[in-house]
């Protein structure tokens, strides 16, 4: 197969080509939203695969990245998920189980529930990666992919229109964010605190005391947030910022204090792509 692409509806240049077949199927039911950072015992995901097969794998083979898949939740967005257990229903059809969620920082695009009938790719290394440039990304290119044996022209060549986001470059979602009514505390500057996470391999590692920075530099926002709007942004480059008792007299007309909540989202900045994914957390004092 090949892959062709214009910035116009003519003048396609070839991409690159691939040869492997991946393993695709579709959702049998829906799908329903379950925990993260620790084994989904409470749910099935059901799925028909077109081709191919999905075995059972041990944990520590799991923990390694195997029966990964992709699931779309809505259009342009996928969960990933891996499951450690596999039962085969029916020729093609799968019910897994043991599960993994939002793996690769994809918590945020969990459905609830993601549809019968949504699409889902097992991600293995039949997949071919596009040769994408950080240059290429936010331009709107035309695709055109087909037989490599017979020209671009031809009608068996699928076209699409896709623009390169760049979103396995965003930085991952903070994580431990620290609620205030951990500590005592008095009404006055309000410190929140969190921790960093990497997209970096080497941020598996039990044995490193803080995951590596994957960004040129470390720059986060918090957003103050009033329902669904912004009242106030903190800029913060270390894992911390200060929310000054000031500020929170101008926005709510007296310090947080017990009995308070307080809703924030944290969002890591990459100088590449800008905003990472939302961390929301509600506050209580």
Known sequence: MAVFRSPSTDGFELLTTFGSRARIGALVSDFFAGPTSRFDLGNALVVDLLTGTLESVTDLTLFGGANALAMETTPGVCEIVQAGAAELLAPGRYRLTRLLRGQRGTEGAMGNPAPAGARVVVLDDSLASLPIAEADLGIPWNWRIGPESRPVSDETYVAQAFTPAGVGLRPFSVAHVEQPWRRPRTAGDLTIRWTRRSRALAADSWGGLEVPLAEELEAYDVEILDGAS????????????????????????????????????????????????????????
């Not at 911390?240 to 909540?261: E, I």
């Open 230 to 285: 912004v009242k106030r942004v903190l800029s913060a480059n270390t894992t911390s910022a200060v929310y000054a008792s000031a500020q929170q007299t101008a926005d709510w007309g007296a310090p947080l204090g017990p009995g308070d909540t307080l809703d924030i989202r944290i969002l890591q900045l990459s100088a590449l792509v800008g905003r990472g994914a939302p961390k929301t957390v509600t506050l209580t004092f």
